[in-house]
T-cell receptor, first 113, second 115 residues
Framework: DQQVKQNSPSLSVQEGRISILNCDYT??????FLWYKKYPAEGPTFLIS?????DKNEDGRFTVFLNKSAKHLSLHIVPSQPGDSAVYFC????????????FGRGTSLIVHP | DVKVTQSSRYLVKRTGEKVFLECVQD?????MFWYRQDPGLGLRLIYF???????EKGDIPEGYSVSREKKERFSLILESASTNQTSMYLC??????????????FGQGTRLTVV
């Protein structure tokens, strides 16, 4: 059973507009969340994270929002650029020392020029 | 910079062969992971290790084994390769402990085709 869900397999956005990628989780023990970006034939690279004690974290064009009561987080990219076209994975960590990432299935973002 | 290196980018193996995928990290990370990525299924954890000679099964360990004889090296072994093990394999490492700074760093991936 999926503990981290990305219900949109793909998203298409015009260059310059906002991209919003969504992620839902079911496990209340998750206390840290990350977004990874993956280009074809490459490994995922870490993009941005957020602790469960916060509701927002910004890094340049990327902002992650967390709604703990709804068990929902989202990644906003503003403005979107063609180079942002990639698969984005949401991941969640639960405490206990090992912090094994549990990943969603990913959302493929295409930014059109 | 953290570097996670996987020994091969592309591999083609025959059904029934024993296959070794090697991964080395240079940041003295305690945790190492093997995931496989398949279209529509995302990243699924095969095995995980938090210390030398320690291993834990992930979500899909069947048909695989692992070895961690040195801290920097984590090997994935397909005992008898089958066509349903054709996939992209991703190795990752991370620090043990509480976030932040415990994000996983990934290698470039190995695209394995079993024929």
């Amino acid at each position: 059973d999926q503990q981290v869900k990305q219900n949109s397999p793909s998203l298409s956005v015009q260059e310059g507009r906002i991209s919003i990628l969504n992620c839902d989780y079911t496990n209340s023990m998750f206390d840290y969340f990350l977004w990874y970006k993956k280009y074809p034939a490459e490994g995922p690279t870490f993009l941005i994270s957020i602790s469960s004690i916060k509701d927002k974290n910004e890094d340049g064009r990327f902002t992650v929002f967390l709604n703990k009561s709804a068990k929902h987080l989202s990644l906003h990219i503003v403005p979107s650029q063609p180079g942002d076209s990639a698969v984005y994975f949401c991941a969640a960590l639960a405490g206990g020392g090992s912090y094994i990432p549990t990943f969603g299935r990913g959302t493929s973002l295409i930014v059109h020029p | 910079d953290v570097k996670v290196t996987q020994s091969s980018r592309y591999l083609v193996k025959r059904t029934g062969e024993k296959v070794f995928l090697e991964c080395v990290q240079d940041m003295d990370h305690e945790n190492m992971f093997w995931y496989r990525q398949d279209p529509g299924l995302g990243l699924r954890l095969i095995y995980f290790s938090y210390d030398v000679k320690m291993k834990e099964k992930g979500d899909i360990p069947e048909g695989y084994s692992v070895s961690r004889e040195k801290k920097e090296r984590f090997s994935l072994i397909l005992e008898s390769a089958s066509t349903n093990q054709t996939s992209m394999y991703l190795c990752a490492s991370s620090l043990w402990g509480n976030p932040p700074n415990t994000e996983a760093f990934f290698g470039q991936g190995t695209r394995l085709t079993v024929v």
